[in-house]
């Protein structure tokens, strides 16, 4: 893992903060107070989570004053370049991981195997490297320093040490050598005691003693037969084991014949290869774009500049009626258009508020408005003469009536009302039906010209108070008609424009002519034009350089040839198949070191069995032969129970009974009692032997690279790490030893970061995080902070370094690329 940069949303004093990182090594300079350590503990916590609020990682929560969110982003790669991104944040007790590779979300699960074998106690331990962890060594007893150099050793065994110690524990809580309170120092103490006891009342019978002299044959017997068991079983155990590696030894066989007798190629050549095919098709796609930009037009291309050059007045003619069309194309749309519908609005809301009113009235002049005005007045004056005479007429014959009446009636009352109601009932004729005979000589001359005016439907006195309407009307549909003169001029225009474009273009009858159309086809024509002038540029340009790439590929299509005769291949293709049968190669050389990993301890045994069924053989035969030693074993003990019973027959009273009773039950719990303390004891050996076994392959490389290390940080004054049963012994360049209790707290400093780097460096195939250095190197001399820059650059290729520190002697031994300078 290498961090590119980090994303702080609040950690102690940084709230809202990105950083990017160098992925060798990081140097952070500032001043105290500005965040250096707790920038170290934001990337801690966000890779393994957050300290609790108890003990001393309470000290280690960083929590922020000035945000409400706790936590942040880490950017990352792997050894293959995918990128990801983990996100750690903490609201109250809830903690939430999110992780992210190449912008697809992962499982918690994929992250922490990413992360195995490193856990966070492990990084704690050997990557996060402040004046504390350096201390360590020099605090740590003999014992304690080897069981951390074997636990630096071995990837995952802290585990294992700390079973073994509980295990210890528990064995020395049982028994020790000089031990009197322990269980079993106590049974073992009252054993002889009663043993004692039982041989004074044993004495006293010469028979008893010759049964006792048998019981302990067969003891001693019972005791080779123990042994003769536990060997057996162990043979079965032996054979078992064998029995389970066997598929793993035969797939292992069988991939080591493969791997001797395939063809391989280098990884080299396999890499020259897929270089020259992409450098082939990188130079073949130049090669082709400089000859398109070279190509030449096309017969029909050709014909049409010609035939635009020929006729180019009459196109850029048409191209300006073109654009002025547009724009009074765009005039009619924007103007007339709305004022026509406007118009029309107008006129419809005159004839909605006048229903009697023709569309087509005309207005009078103001000779005919008088003309009418008298027709009018005579035609009024003649109907007034008329009326009146036929009141009087009324009059008169009422009165006649009236005077009829009272002669016949000699009574003036029902006369005079008959006379009254004839009266008023010609009068309410007159006003219901005026009189129209009398006014035929006017009316015929007002009719024709209401109808030569187009107010036919209107009375004479709505003619003339309706004049100011019927002239607002003749002026919209004066307008109407001026607009629409405009846009039939704008269709003729355009009409006769499409006819030129057809004939200019010699377009078919059916093709629709539009301006894009004929703006399309200019602009075909100029683009003709432009392409014939950049490629007549081209063409002297390109020329030297397509015969320059056609030089590169033909090297490049002969070194590929040459690499295929090599292996005896006709065809890319081949060659391609066999690099791929070497990736699968890779792939079983990896799957055999897993295989000879794993059958490292038990690999020379089975290369002497010749078959698995040799191998059943060999487990059936130790399963019979433990089998006889049981059934041994089971005589022997029938054998002494009867000698045992024969033995209680001569006891002379309860006393040897009893005895006899005490030491069984003596015998049964220290039976109990010592298989429990062996089996704690037997697996602490079997723990330190397994891990001393497991730790041989790295030990010496991590002790080497140690000692490179140290001498190098004490300038040449140590050359040698040596470790003894009982203590950790440095050599000087003088020959002189030391005990790593006589050094001085610096240089035992010196000696556990020496250690601890080279750890590092050793586990890097399996797992490579960051090493985080607080300011950790603060007590060296200048000459040992130069050693110091040389280890950090040199580790920095296998795994990254951040490096916080306050001192600008220290940041000025790195380039200024690497150094990130905080301020407060």
Not at 84 to 109: D, G, M, P
Not at 328 to 354: F, G, I, S, V
Not at 594 to 621: C, F, H, M, W
Request: with cysteine; glycine share 2%; aromatic share 8%.
């Amino acid at each position: 893992m290498r961090i590119t940069g980090v994303n702080i949303y609040g950690f102690g004093c940084w709230v809202d903060t990105q950083l990017n990182f160098q992925t060798d090594y990081q140097i952070i300079c500032g001043n105290n107070e500005t965040g250096k350590t707790t920038l170290l503990y934001f990337i801690r916590s966000i890779l393994f989570g957050f300290a609790s609020a108890r003990g001393q990682e309470k000290y280690w929560r960083y929590l922020p004053h000035i945000s409400n969110q706790y936590g942040g982003e880490i950017y990352a790669l792997d050894a293959t370049q995918n990128q990801w991104v983990i996100q750690r944040v903490k609201n109250k007790n809830t903690e939430k991981l999110q992780v992210f590779k190449n912008n697809q979300a992962v499982s918690a699960e994929l992250y922490q195997k990413w992360l195995q074998p490193m856990t966070a106690d492990l990084f704690a331990q050997t990557n996060f490297i402040n004046r504390e962890s350096l201390e360590q060594v020099y605090k740590l007893s003999a014992d304690e320093l080897l069981e951390r150099i074997l636990a630096l050793g071995v990837i995952g065994s802290n585990e294992w040490l700390q079973l073994r110690q509980k295990m210890q524990k528990e064995a020395d809580s049982l028994y020790r050598p000089r031990g009197r309170k322990q269980p079993l120092n106590l049974l073992l103490k009252k054993r002889e005691e009663l043993n004692d006891n039982l041989k004074q009342v044993a004495d006293e019978n010469q028979h008893y003693q010759q049964l006792l002299r048998q019981k302990e044959q067969l003891q001693h017997q019972q005791v080779q037969l123990q042994a003769q068991q536990q060997s057996a079983q162990q043979a079965v155990d032996y054979w078992s084991t064998l029995q389970q590696q066997w598929e793993q030894y035969a797939e292992w066989q069988q991939l080591k014949q493969q791997l001797q007798s395939s063809l391989a190629i280098s990884n080299e050549e396999a890499r020259d290869f897929y270089k020259y095919k992409q450098q082939i098709q990188t130079d073949q796609q130049i090669i082709d774009s400089l000859q398109q930009q070279n190509r030449q037009l096309t017969l029909q291309q050709a014909q049409q500049l010609e035939y635009f050059t020929a006729h180019q007045t009459d196109f850029d003619n048409l191209q300006h009626q073109c654009e002025q069309l547009k724009t009074q194309a765009q005039n009619l749309k924007t103007t007339l258009q709305p004022q026509q519908q406007q118009l029309q609005q107008q006129q419809q809301e005159l004839l909605q508020q006048n229903p009697h009113l023709a569309a087509t009235a005309q207005p009078l002049t103001t000779k005919q408005l008088q003309n009418f005005q008298q027709l009018l007045k005579k035609n009024h004056s003649r109907m007034r003469n008329k009326s009146l005479v036929v009141v009087l007429v009324s009059v008169i014959v009422a009165s006649l009536l009236m005077i009829a009446g009272l002669v016949k009636t000699h009574n003036w009352i029902l006369p005079a009302i008959v006379g009254c109601l004839f009266l008023l009932g010609n009068v309410w004729f007159l006003k219901k039906k005026p009189f129209h005979g009398a006014t035929t000589k006017f009316t015929k001359p007002i009719n024709n010209f209401k109808h030569e005016a187009g107010v036919d439907e209107l009375t004479n006195q709505e003619v003339i108070s309706l004049q100011g309407t019927i002239t607002q009307l003749a002026h919209l549909r004066r307008q109407q008609q001026a607009n629409q003169q405009q846009i039939a001029q704008y269709d003729y225009s355009y009409h006769k424009w499409q006819q030129q474009v057809k004939q200019l273009l010699s377009v078919k009858a059916p093709q629709i002519i539009d301006f894009a159309f004929f703006t399309t086809s200019y602009q075909k024509y100029q683009h003709l034009v432009e392409l014939k002038k950049l490629q007549t540029a081209n063409l002297q340009e390109t020329a030297p350089k397509i015969n320059e790439f056609k030089q590169d590929l033909h090297k490049q299509q002969q070194q590929l040839q040459s690499l295929r005769h090599k292996y005896h291949l006709q065809t890319d293709q081949e060659l391609d198949l066999l690099i791929q049968h070497q990736k699968k190669r890779q792939q079983q050389a990896q799957r055999l070191a897993v295989l000879e990993e794993n059958l490292k301890l038990v690999l020379a045994d089975l290369r002497k069995i010749n078959s698995a069924q040799q191998l059943t053989q060999k487990q059936q035969q130790a399963q019979q032969d433990l089998k006889n030693v049981q059934q041994k074993l089971n005589q022997n003990t029938q054998q002494q129970a009867q000698l045992q019973a024969q033995a209680q027959q001569l006891a002379h009273d309860d006393t040897y009974q009893q005895l006899v009773q005490a030491i069984e039950f003596n015998n049964t719990d220290l039976l109990d009692t010592f298989k429990q303390w062996l089996s704690n004891t037997m697996a602490v050996d079997w723990i330190s032997t397994t891990l001393n076994v497991a730790s041989a392959n790295r030990f010496p490389r991590l002790i080497k690279q140690a000692e490179e290390f140290f001498k190098l940080l004490t300038d040449g004054h140590y050359i040698q790490i040596q470790f003894t049963p009982n203590q950790l012994v440095l050599l000087t360049a003088d020959h002189d030893s030391f005990d790593v209790h006589e050094l001085s707290q610096g240089t035992a400093a010196q000696l556990y970061l020496a250690l601890d780097l080279a750890f590092i460096a050793e586990i890097a195939d399996l797992t490579v995080m960051p090493i985080l250095i607080d300011d950790a190197l603060v007590d060296f001399d200048q000459s040992r902070q130069n050693n110091i820059s040389k280890i950090i650059k040199h580790l920095a290729k296998t795994t990254q370094v951040i490096y916080v520190c306050t001192a600008d002697k220290t940041a000025a031994l790195f380039p200024m690329d690497h150094v990130l300078k905080l301020k407060g």
